[in-house]
Structure formats: C-alpha cells, structure tokens
C-alpha cells in the first residue's frame, strides 16, 4: 500500500512525479506530497486527501526542480491528515523520506532519537528514518559505500536498523545529484530513461516514459543519479544488473471513454477470456493426438504425483481459489484445501507430502499471500525431505511483481492492468487459469476421457461470446434496476457449489464499492441463522444454474421469498421455473455447470458496479481500501 514515485533528470520532475502518483492513487489515497530540490534547497508540498488536493497546490507554484520524490498514502500509522502526509523530513528540512510499508520497530527507534533531542512532527512510522539517516550523516559517515557517496552509505546504515518490509526513496538538499532507493519486502522498480532515470511502486507509473525497467529485489540499495543508475546489496557490495522490457502500453491504463475504469475492466473480460484461450489452450489438439491440450508455458514436471493441492490468497483471489477447488476436484480428483495467506502463515496446517503450493494474487505483492508461500517453501526445504520438497506455483496478473521472484513458476492471468480497486477481469483471468491447470491435472491424471476434455474445451471457446451477450444485455437493466437499492442496507448473497464462492463475491464487490452491508451464504446454510435477517427491506440475490443444485438452489430461494425478501435471480433464460421463483431475473446463458461462474459473476459485477455509480460513490477508489495491499 502506498505508492512512491521518483525522478532525476532534466526535466521538471513535480509533473513527472504528480503524473506519476495519479498512475500509482490506486494503492492509497489518504493523501499525497511531493519534494523537490533547486538552488540548494529542499520543497516539499503535501496535501491531505485525494492527489487533485496536491495537484491544486502544486498550480500556482514555480518549479524548476530536476530531481525530486512524492507518495500517495494509505494510512497505517497516524490519521489521514496532511502532518502525517509523505514525504518526512528531518530536523533541517533539507532531507526527505517517502516510504511504502511498515517499519515494525518504530517505537523503539522513535524514543532512541528523542532521547537524542530529535523532535517529531507526525505519528507515522516513517517518520524515524529522516531523523535516523541525520543521524548517521551527523555522526561521520565511515562504511563500504561511502567513497560512492555519504548519502547513499547513510541511508545503508540506517536501512539496518529498520525491521519491516518497506521500499524508501530518499533525497537531500545537500546531495543534490542523488536519489537513493531502497527495497525491502516492499516493491520498487527503476526505470532507465536517456539522461533521465524514475523510481515507483508500480511500472505504470514508468511505462509513459521508458519500457526499460529494473525491479529491485529485496535486500537491495540503489543510487539514482543524472549519469546513470548503480545498484547494491545492504552489505554495500556493487550488483550487476540489467533492466528488462515492459509491454505495457500508456494507453492501456486510460479510461477509454468510460466513466469509471471498473465498467472499462468489466467490458473488457470477453476479451480476457480470449487472450487466456489463446495463451494457454494447444492449436493443434484432438482427443487422438499424444500431447495434452494445454500448455501451461511451463516445466509440467512441477505436477508428476501431485496427491494434493494447497491454495493461500486473500480477498477476490481466495474467492476464486474456492472456484479453482471445486474445478481440481471435480476435473482431476485432487483434494484441495483453501487457506486465506493472513491466516496460514501464523497457523499453518500440518506439512502435507506431494502437495502443490499455489499462491494467487492479481499484484503479486499481496504481504500476507507472500509471506505465506515464503514460509511454506522454507518450512518444506528445511523439512529435507524428498515427498515434502516445496512445489511451488504462483497465479498472478503481474508476473513481474514480488511473487514472480518468490516463486520459480507462475501462471500469468494476461488480464492487463486493473486499475479499478475492486478486482474484476482480474477474477475472470484467475478463473481461468484454473481451468487449464484443473485441464491439465486431468489429462495427465487421465480423470476425464477425450471426449470430455473436447466437450469442456469446446464449451470454453463459446464463453467469451456468451460473456459479450450477458454484458450487453444487461449493462441498461442493471443500471435500471440499481434505482430501486439506493437506499438498501443490507444485501444477502447465495449460491451453491461452484457458484458459492461467486455469491461471496457478488457480496464483495457490493460491500466495497457501494458501502452496502453485504454477506455470501452457502445457499443451504440460510436456514441455518442468516435467514433470521430476512424481510421485505433484504434483497436475496440467488445465483440458481442448471445442474447438480439447481432444485436445492430455487427451493432456498422460495424459502426466503416466504420470508418476504425481494428475489433477485441469476438463472437460465426463458425458464418458466426460475421465472415463477424470482421477482427479477438477471438471464445467463445454460452452459456446464463448471463454466457457469465465468457468466454468472458478470451480472454480479454490472448491479454493485450501478449501485455505486447511483449513489453517487468513487467507484475506482472507494474508501479505506487499496489495490495493492503490501502491509500486513
Ligand atoms: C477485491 C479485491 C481484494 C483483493 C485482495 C487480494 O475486489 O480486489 O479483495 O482481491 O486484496 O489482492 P491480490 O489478488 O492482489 O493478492
């Protein structure tokens, strides 16, 4: 959470850094800064709020500055107040500091400088590390990097006294040619411009400008200056490394004529969906050929005697990690257990032998997801033993982020940037990688006959014009329909199997976005408890599909209807069943009951996403929340 942005060059670096951060608002907004240096001084500007707050500031300004960093925050520590708006400085005013994460031993840090005679002027935790690295320079600074520079070998010094996962960018009046960068835990990547160099949390914040970029890995110190860029380890030794190319395109993270980018991003599954058949399905395939019909794009001896498969994920990806259970049971027969990462890496399960690890998360920085594998991959390396070696997989739509690094094979989702805080196409592309993974177990498990891997694959390549119809024709009904819930306080969500997890999220994506209490049940579990809360102001959305639960899933729904609530219904077209059950009825095509969460979410998506636009709510941005959670 939180986004830094960094410039040197020669150009006026607040545009670039404020042009910057609105690339990177996605991962907090709690309030924005920048500072700059020219003529031997530091400027720092700061705004609480949304970055438009900074911008209004920045207007009627003079700045010639050519080096300077900025942040856009999500609060941890100290209220969302422009005091504890990034960056920090230290006592002179000629230093700053922005950072994203934590620094878990500010406590302690903060009464050691105090002590001192240090003075705070925040509650955040970043706070002690402008003072710390005044600190070291106003000591003498001796130490591996100091002939490269005073600053860079301060920031070092200091660096070892933080514990916490963070990413810094440091600046100071008195080194007006240097930047100095620093990643721990936290994601920072440098982009290689001609003269000119950037830093940022996020590659779109680079990408108008250079494709060429470096991710920082952890453990590592860079330095930033007009001439070029050089990296080191906290140790202080000299790293060789090369920027990669980036595909991303400036034009992929516009608006594109919509209103909000979540409306763009859920016009855009279709094609999603397209791109992961073109990516992950075989040309030449039939049922009589000696090669599986999927190509995973990587080594498939990771899945010899894999007896079972273990999920971590948090929010949306634990969702469809739920989604992705049911399709490795059903399509392959491998057991699957579904952990939420905050909880499995303080209380993991018992060490399963021949188990696949996967981790699922669209950024790839989730801090939970990927302390979660971390621990799993070092729990089973120190194990040494050959059936609990770690097998790892990560399922990401950032294959360039932390968890790429983490873990030796990924899948990637191909979903393009998300910008919209509350995952969409990113769901869809996630579900999607099940498949062919599930696919994959099958055929190499021999759990489906050729047929039925014909069948299935078959029906996957008719999805994304289904998907086209269903979004079509209900873009105008959704938006008709979320007229009569602009008052509504609750909403209770339900399904069964493989589409339980679309009502949690169904329940989600309304909660996040609309602020309207929302909660998912198991269809069957209502009459267990939820259905106490039913009455004619509880709308029931009941996503009932033909198949193994579609009786269970009306008569759940005819239950609550004699409970008075309003029935809203994502059911087959022109049947007269789910006609009688539901007062309204939101109409997906009938196919495979395994390829009915790829429609049946997207009517979920079209009401919380109208809901929200009615009420008048930043949909891209909703409140408290980020796109990119990297704190625990
Ligand atoms: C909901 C949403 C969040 C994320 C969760 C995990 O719309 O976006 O619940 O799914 O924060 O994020 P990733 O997938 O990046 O690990």
Known sequence: MCGIVGYIGTRTASNILVEGLRKLEYRGYDSAGVATLSEGQLNRVRAKGKLQNLQDKLDGL???????????????????????????????????????????????????????GYEFKSETDTEVIPHLIADYLAKGVEGPLANESILLEAVRQAVGDLDGAFALAVISADFPDELVVV??????????????????????????????????????????????????????????KHPITLSISPTMVEKQGFKHFMLKEIHEQPGVVRTCLENYLSTDWDPTSDHSPINLGLDVSLLDGVEHVQIVACGTSWHASLVGKHLLEKLAGIPTVVHYASEFRYSPTPIIANALTIGVTQSGETADTLAALDMEQTRRTEAGKPALEPRM?????????????????????????????????????QLMTFYFLALELAYRRKTLSGEQLVDIIDGMRQVPTQMEQVIEKQEDYTEELAHSFTDTQDFIFIGRGINYPIALEGALKLKEISYIHAEGYPAGEMKHGPIALLDAKVPVVAIAVPGSVYDKVLSNAQEAKARDAQLIGVAPANDLEAEHTFDTLLPVPTVDELLSPLLTVLPLQLLSYHIAARRGLDVDQPRNLAKSVTVE
């Open 62 to 116: 003079e700045d010639s500055a050519r080096v300077g960093i900025g942040h856009t925050r999500w609060a941890t520590h100290g209220k969302p107040e422009e005091h504890n708006a990034h960056p920090h400085t230290d006592g002179s005013g000629r230093l700053a500091v922005v950072q994203n994460g934590i620094v878990e031993n500010y406590r302690e840090l903060r009464e050691e400088l105090i002590a001192k």
């Open 183 to 240: 990643r721990q835990q936290a994601p920072l990547a440098i982009g290689f411009g001609q003269g000119e160099f950037f830093c940022a949390s996020d590659t779109p914040a680079i990408v108008p400008h250079t494709r060429a970029v470096l991710p920082l890995d952890n453990g590592e110190l860079a330095m930033l200056t007009p001439l070029g860029v050089s990296i080191y380890d906290f140790t202080g030794r000299r790293l060789k």
């Open 393 to 429: 997989l990560g399922i990401t739509n950032r294959p360039e982020s932390s968890l790429g690094r983490l873990v030796p094979n990924v899948m990637a989702t191909h979903a393009g940037i998300e910008i919209g805080v509350a995952a969409t196409k990113t769901f869809v592309a």
